[in-house]
């Protein structure tokens, strides 16, 4: 039993071996305990909606509103419009706040208010101001009230439950460098175009972090048993482009036992070495969540 | 070799070995190359020096600012009398905005705009005039223009200099859980007090981080042997202060070669058992920053 309950945001008191369970997926350990920080509750937000003309220009629009609000710009989420009329076609009584004609991207973007409750609000609309007139933004909707912001939040919650009504999909949870990532979706699009003519390229996700869900739906009226029997070699190589952008294959969803070959594959062998040294030394007897991220043998 | 320069965010293809090498004071390896995340530069700031009744009114004043500025809030350093009367005594030019005799407490507090330059500066006069309605500020200057901010941030930056200046001094750089900080201090001021009569305690830094240096200066007139006599005990009995207080010997200087002893003091077998297994899986021959954080043998 290792007690590392310390509520200190300073301590350099020896290794921190805390930072070794986070992320390892309960094979080096279990949890039981844990100490949270508390921040101040917000005292309102304020959220858009808006169509930007490309995948560069989101990223432009998020360095300005990052520039103009720091931590506060708490949400930006890419959105394609392909996305959009999966979840208009299948969620009941969803209303996009823009025309998903109005752009093949879409952006949106939630501020925090930690001031007056209208703070963010007021920002976030300088803020598109300024990245209109700089052609970073095409038309934008901001959200006049809870009810709204709720509605826009609902059309990127769907996605994942809107994408499965159309039928089979290959999923990929990536992240790559920020600075890259426009230039990464763009290949990626050619990739999956080329592999799989027809199929629907659905990239959403959370920019801000990086990371981007580079999901692929089956063409509409093809062969479902052709799609999926390219779903190996379709995957092999947006993980091998995303290792040449410098990502992960895994951003926020972990290892399990679905990537234990691509951890074997994308890190290097000095790395993996330190990996199962790691484990063993924490868990010699391997009964730690067994065949999770490092298998056995 | 091991290469973990990824520039993401979010990651979690396996164990992230690279958080073992942050904080180990070079005893894991050697670092050759980091990636750093930059943050807009700030638009502007505003800067105060507040006169505070206790400490617990300046961790009321933090969580007023804080749930008003989120983390805009960039600097919040508590500095006792003692240490500001120090700092007027041995560092020329410099002139205190608030009379030392207002309060025993003061606080130097710093707001980053990324907005409107203005904006920080608006946001700190705000909150400060609320916490001064509830009594948590007796006086507050604000600083006009970037001369002024220089000027107050000299006050806090020239401590521990003048410090020296006023003779011998047992040091402690400690942290405590910040919900505690006021309470840790006060029974501090009383160990300090018992066990070295006249001693001069100068207990001051960020406290945002629960992050308290804790100097202590030998008696005006005393004898100066007799009083760096009691280095040791004094020593013990403030680190055993801040373990039961659940905080750290080491906040953010780290162990070296002069706190080896604490760590093998304030740490569980259990940790301490891992910790050298650690140093073994990456520094089997022990050639990585010898003697340091964990002696060998």
Known sequence: VLDLLRALRKDTGGYDLKQCFIGAEGTLGVITAACCRLHPAPRGFGTAFAAVPDADAALDLLGELRHRSGDALTGFELIPAIGLEMVVRHVPGVRPPLDPQTS???????????????????????????????????????????????????????????????????????????SRLAEFIRDGESLVAERVPGARLVAFGHV???????????????????????????????????????????????????????????????ELALMRSLKAMFDPDGIMNPGKVLPAG
Not at 144 to 171: N, T, V
Not at 210 to 231: I, K, Q, T
Not at 250 to 256: F, L, N, P
């Open 208 to 270: 801000g972090d990086g990371n981007v869900h580079f999901n692929v739906s089956e063409p509409v009226g093809g062969d479902r048993a052709a799609f999926l029997a390219v779903r190996e070699n379709l995957t092999a190589a947006v993980h091998d482009l995303v290792a040449r952008y410098g990502g992960s294959f895994s951003a926020e969803h972990g290892v399990g036992q679905l990537k234990n070959a691509e951890l074997a594959r994308y890190r290097s062998p000095a």
């Open 104 to 178: 093949p991207w879409y952006a949106l973007i939630e501020l925090t208010s930690f001031d007056s409750p209208a703070d963010a609000e007021e920002r976030l609309v300088a803020g598109l101001e300024a990245a209109t007139g700089r052609g970073w933004v095409i038309d934008a909707a901001v959200a006049a009230g809870e009810g709204q912001r709720q509605a826009f939040w609902k059309l990127r919650d769907a996605m994942s439950a809107a994408q499965k009504r159309e039928g089979a999909s290959i999923k990929h949870d990536v992240s790559v460098p920020l």
